[in-house]
């Protein structure tokens, strides 16, 4: 079963309380079958690949969940320093991975205008995946706690929190949430 599989996965990536990765499994699992479900155009048929939709790489609901749970935790860790977010001004991207996530944070409002009018909810999972890459190739060659530039530092975590806040609102959409951690 998919809560099963999700669990084991949990908990071979993590020391997790038993508890805590069953709930986890659960809201895990339950992403990995509607995104994977919802990401395949409806008037054409598909396979119910179990180990695919469980997968925490590629276009799935585990690795869009994993990337909205690594934003919260960043952001997380910013206010564990005794820090206080704040809603600020973004500043002209630094590199090209900050445009190219800046770029298709823009999208989402063009992106779920479409979806719903053409009642596609595949184009949403299209843009999640597409902004979940943006984010991690901007995150993996960012640091965004370490940036000694306050103004800096501020604006990766307005866009950091922007990025989180979309990818939320995308998966409500499609009728799952994320878990605080994974």
Known sequence: DIDEEMYHKIRDNHE??????????????????KYGDLSNQASKDYVFDLDRFTSFEG?????ILYTIVRTK?????YKEEGNELKKGALL?????????LMLSVSRFNGV????FEEKAPHKICAYIYELANEFNHF???????SEQ???????YLALLDLVREVLETCIDLLGFSAPERM
Not at 18 to 23: C, S
Not at 73 to 77: A, F, Q, T, V
């Open 73 to 77: 935790s960043i952001l997380g860790k």
């Open 59 to 63: 276009n799935t609901g585990p690795y």
């Open 139 to 145: 995150y993996h060659e960012t640091k965004i706690l």
């Open 92 to 100: 002209a991207p630094k590199s090209d991975s900050e445009k190219a």
């Open 112 to 115: 779920v205008e479409n979806a």
């Open 149 to 155: 530039d306050e103004a800096r530092k501020a604006s």
């Open 16 to 33: 997790i309380d038993p508890e805590e990765a069953r709930a986890t499994a659960k809201i895990v699992g339950l992403s990995a079958i």
